[in-house]
């Protein structure tokens, strides 16, 4: 598979490397690996790189790679991938994934020099063995570490994908959302599901709650996921006065960033849907519970809302105990977030029930209050006491006292 449009000039010497990316099995893993594969395509010209993995679709178009090679689930069709990868005599492989097999892939295909962490007995099969960092950095940054040894500095820490480049998937998405009868903005999407497994999950019956907040403020919420989300849509939609719009089992994964460039907002569990969204240039709002996010949260236009629990992050698939983490995150403070992202004022941002401007904040997590909320790069604590109002918009001292306070489309209350 071609990853470019116009690819790179062939190899013109030996001194021309190519160089195999062995991408990671996950989707949110893929797009966090962006900016270190813009790293290593621009540390030289004349770079040949080859992308291999489940997700090496997703990079077609992007500028990343010169090639793409799809490395499927069934173990005959890894062997063969490896087969195609090893054809192409890569001098180099860089290999993200931490396990012993994407090791042994880069072994497999005779690279001459094979860098990544020295992690789970892999040492001796790795040329270049890196220490895995301690404490463990966000995943955007150990993947850049893994293209330092190539001297390719990082050139963002923010991944970034553009939906031009990916075909028609906008137009279809586009009349995919019209079908389902979603003609009015703005909308936004509810990604329900987490391949993770069900401890990622925000509790259906707040999903509902969120979608009937948003409608009765002329927002159009929308339920995205696989089929495997059927029965959360049933529940979500029972706890609903009138259906809302659904594309479960509708956005395939070929059609799914199509649909994720179409919305306004999305809120999602900690999932590569989220980071999907966010590398597309979507305001997101990513809901985190059992995995920490300091280490896989979107970067981008997006807020993190953090549940409180003092067993968290456990990063457990499957929660043992009453899932404290995520029903310690309320409707009412997911419904500001994404108010305040679809309508904030200047740069606004929502502490404690009041809404307060960025100028007024710093940098860094403030230590007091149960929850995090990130928007454009500062953590900041939802503290547990209301602070001071601060002075409305209007004249006279109106005061704007949440989110849920600033205007909806057609002067809607």
Not at 19 to 34: F, Q
Not at 263 to 269: F, K
Request: net charge neutral.
């Amino acid at each position: 598979m071609k990853c470019e449009a116009q690819p790179k000039a062939s190899r013109a010497d030996e001194s021309d490397l190519t160089i195999a990316i062995r991408l990671p099995n996950w989707l949110g893993d893929t797009v966090m690996a962006v900016p270190a594969l813009q790293a290593i395509a621009s540390a030289s010209p004349r770079t040949r790189v080859v992308a291999v993995g489940p997700w090496a679709r997703l990079l077609a178009g992007q500028g990343l790679a010169e090639t793409c090679v799809e490395y499927p689930r069934s173990w005959s069709g890894r062997i063969r991938s490896a087969d195609t990868v090893a054809a192409l005599r890569p001098d180099v492989a860089v290999v993200l994934p931490n396990s012993f097999e994407a090791a042994l892939s880069a072994w497999y295909w005779r690279a001459g020099r094979r860098i990544g962490f020295d992690t789970q007995g892999r040492g001796r099969l790795l040329t270049d063995r890196l220490p895995l960092p301690c404490p463990r950095q966000h995943q955007i940054d150990e993947y850049l570490a893994l293209a330092a040894p190539l001297d390719a500095p990082p050139l963002t820490r923010r991944p970034s994908l553009s939906i031009a480049a990916m075909g028609d998937l906008g137009d279809r998405a586009r009349a995919l959302l019209d079908e389902i009868g979603v003609r009015e903005r703005p909308v936004a999407g509810m990604h329900l599901g987490a391949a993770f497994g069900p401890s990622k999950l925000w509790p259906a019956d707040r999903i509902a709650a969120l979608c009937a907040g948003l409608r009765a403020r002329g927002v159009t919420p929308v339920l995205l996921g696989p089929p495997t989300d059927a029965p959360i849509e049933q529940d979500v939609q029972a706890g609903l006065s009138a259906p809302v719009p659904s594309l479960i089992g509708r956005d395939t994964p070929e059609l799914m960033p199509g649909v994720l460039a179409a919305l306004d907002v999305l809120v999602s569990g900690d999932t590569g849907t989220a980071h999907l969204a966010a590398a597309l240039g979507v305001r997101t709002v990513t809901l985190f519970g059992p995995t920490d996010p300091d280490l896989s949260s979107p970067r981008g236009d997006s807020a993190v809302i953090v549940g409180a629990a003092p067993c968290a992050p456990c990063f457990y698939a499957h929660c043992p105990i009453d899932h404290i983490c995520m029903r310690a995150i309320g409707v009412e403070q997911v419904l500001d977030a994404v108010l305040v992202r679809l309508f904030k004022r200047g740069d606004l941002i929502e502490m404690g029930g009041s809404v307060l401007p960025r100028e007024l904040s710093a940098p860094g997590e403030l230590s007091v209050g149960a929850s995090l909320i990130e928007m454009g790069g500062s953590v900041l604590s939802l503290h547990p006491h209301t602070p001071p109002p601060l002075p409305g918009p209007g004249s006279g001292g109106d005061e704007l006292r949440s989110a849920r306070d600033l205007p909806v489309p057609g002067g809607q209350p």
